[in-house]
């Protein structure tokens, strides 16, 4: 057992991953050279100290939620990526491994956390990320521009017939409005998605209770096309952490597009699931006249869509929100039985908690 022991500190204090032991109130009793060259601090500076004064605000709450998890036994361990602050001010990125070791007599836990350093990691990751932002919303903007000309083209041609006769014509006039109304849809979703690129804040939020929040939002809408939401709820609360309103701008853009691809009496179901394996299922299904396997390989895509004056970019920003909450939409569809849209969630956000699961679309 001491040799064991003997084993155990000589690896923590040699490792050149930073390692800290930290006792069941907070406070740190260990720490290794690789973590004080981590943060700039000395051990002396670090030890019987609770290590908050190194996170930053953003990250203490959720370093609570978690740590908590971990003392109750629901989780065995977490990873995460977790910003620090240097003692020379500047912010550095580690990712941490946390789980719980107990002494030789098996008397005492502790958290013990392994922490790499991938500051230069990040900060080069997230360049990439900027760059290829600049790409998409380049090759949007040229879509943009390209949807608008069309409905503008229409509105100079009528406008000049108008004007060349001298005459005023309801046909002609009502033909312009209807063009300068794709217009201002385009411009609306082009709008929404752009929002949906801000930064995103994630909060734990009762799932069940926005999901009735917006199916009450779109319950008008049904009962007057003579529609039926239902929504099965889960046996217990579900909390997830995600951004609210983005949340919420998907919800309403996938369960109103069920609605208005059924008909009158038939029925939208809305239903979750807690998968047991760290993410949530919410599933909407409706029985309405159901998208091509063509058709289904280009959704998501700008200006491709299967109502007749929609726009695509609804359904565009939904994927690049799912995207940024690091899940997934799948789609599954029959025509003339009806479609499924699958939207899987992590409960906890890699950016806290890592995951390897991918996020996207998915057909």
Same mark, same amino acid.
């Given at each position: 057992m001491m040799e064991k022991c003997s084993i155990f500190w000589s690896t923590f204090y040699q490792s050149a991953i930073g390692q800290l032991l930290i006792d069941l109130s907070g406070k740190?009793?260990?720490?290794n050279?690789?973590?004080c060259e981590f943060t700039g601090y000395k051990d002396e500076e670090l030890l019987n100290k609770v290590p908050d004064f190194l996170?930053? $605000? +953003?990250?203490?709450?959720n370093d609570y939620y978690f740590f908590t998890q971990l003392r109750k036994g629901e989780i065995d361990s977490f990873h995460a990526e977790k910003r620090y602050k240097h003692k020379n001010g500047k912010i550095v990125w580690g @990712?941490?491994?946390?789980?719980? =070791? +107990?002494?030789?007599?098996? !008397? +005492?836990?502790?958290?013990?956390?392994q922490i790499q350093d991938i500051t230069d990691e990040k900060y080069t990751r997230d360049y990439f990320q900027k760059v290829e932002?600049? &790409?998409?919303a380049a090759q949007l903007a040229a879509a943009v521009a390209h949807e608008i000309r069309n409905p503008l083209t229409t509105i100079k041609g009528f406008a000049q017939l108008q004007k060349k006769?001298?005459?005023? &014509?309801? %046909?002609? #006039?009502?033909?312009?409005?209807?063009?300068? %109304? $794709?217009?201002? !849809?385009? =411009?609306? +979703?082009?709008?929404?998605? /752009?929002?949906?690129q801000i930064e995103t804040h994630f909060q734990l939020e009762n799932i069940n209770e926005l999901i009735e929040q917006v199916i009450i939002l779109l319950q008008t809408q049904a009962n007057m096309a003579n529609q039926n939401i239902v929504y099965i709820k889960p046996n217990r609360l579900l909390k997830v952490e995600c951004d609210v309103?983005?949340?919420? %701008?998907? @919800? @309403? !853009?996938?369960?109103?597009?069920? @609605?208005?691809a059924s008909e009158a009496g038939d029925f939208v179901l809305v239903k979750i699931k807690d998968n047991k394996n760290g993410f949530i299922t919410i599933k909407v299904i409706d029985e309405g006249c159901g998208i091509s396997k063509e058709r289904l390989n280009h959704? /998501?895509?700008?200006?491709? &869509? #299967?109502k007749e004056r929609g726009t695509g970019l609804g359904l565009m920003t939904s994927f690049t929100i799912i995207e940024r909450h690091h899940g997934t939409i799948h789609i599954e569809s029959t025509i003339g039985i009806g479609t499924t849209v699958e939207i899987n969630l992590p409960i906890q956000q890699p950016a806290k908690l890592l995951m390897t699961t991918g996020g996207g679309k998915s057909i």
């Amino acid at each position: 057992m001491m040799e064991k022991c003997s084993i155990f500190w000589s690896t923590f204090y040699q490792s050149a991953i930073g390692q800290l032991l930290i006792d069941l109130s907070g406070k740190t009793i260990a720490v290794n050279r690789a973590f004080c060259e981590f943060t700039g601090y000395k051990d002396e500076e670090l030890l019987n100290k609770v290590p908050d004064f190194l996170c930053t $605000k +953003e990250d203490l709450a959720n370093d609570y939620y978690f740590f908590t998890q971990l003392r109750k036994g629901e989780i065995d361990s977490f990873h995460a990526e977790k910003r620090y602050k240097h003692k020379n001010g500047k912010i550095v990125w580690g @990712l941490i491994n946390v789980s719980f =070791i +107990e002494n030789e007599l098996g !008397n +005492e836990r502790y958290y013990f956390i392994q922490i790499q350093d991938i500051t230069d990691e990040k900060y080069t990751r997230d360049y990439f990320q900027k760059v290829e932002k600049v &790409s998409v919303a380049a090759q949007l903007a040229a879509a943009v521009a390209h949807e608008i000309r069309n409905p503008l083209t229409t509105i100079k041609g009528f406008a000049q017939l108008q004007k060349k006769f001298h005459s005023y &014509s309801d %046909q002609y #006039t009502n033909i312009m409005l209807n063009e300068v %109304q $794709k217009i201002e !849809n385009i =411009i609306t +979703e082009y709008l929404a998605m /752009g929002n949906a690129q801000i930064e995103t804040h994630f909060q734990l939020e009762n799932i069940n209770e926005l999901i009735e929040q917006v199916i009450i939002l779109l319950q008008t809408q049904a009962n007057m096309a003579n529609q039926n939401i239902v929504y099965i709820k889960p046996n217990r609360l579900l909390k997830v952490e995600c951004d609210v309103a983005a949340i919420k %701008q998907v @919800l @309403l !853009n996938i369960i109103k597009n069920a @609605l208005d691809a059924s008909e009158a009496g038939d029925f939208v179901l809305v239903k979750i699931k807690d998968n047991k394996n760290g993410f949530i299922t919410i599933k909407v299904i409706d029985e309405g006249c159901g998208i091509s396997k063509e058709r289904l390989n280009h959704i /998501g895509e700008p200006f491709y &869509s #299967t109502k007749e004056r929609g726009t695509g970019l609804g359904l565009m920003t939904s994927f690049t929100i799912i995207e940024r909450h690091h899940g997934t939409i799948h789609i599954e569809s029959t025509i003339g039985i009806g479609t499924t849209v699958e939207i899987n969630l992590p409960i906890q956000q890699p950016a806290k908690l890592l995951m390897t699961t991918g996020g996207g679309k998915s057909i």
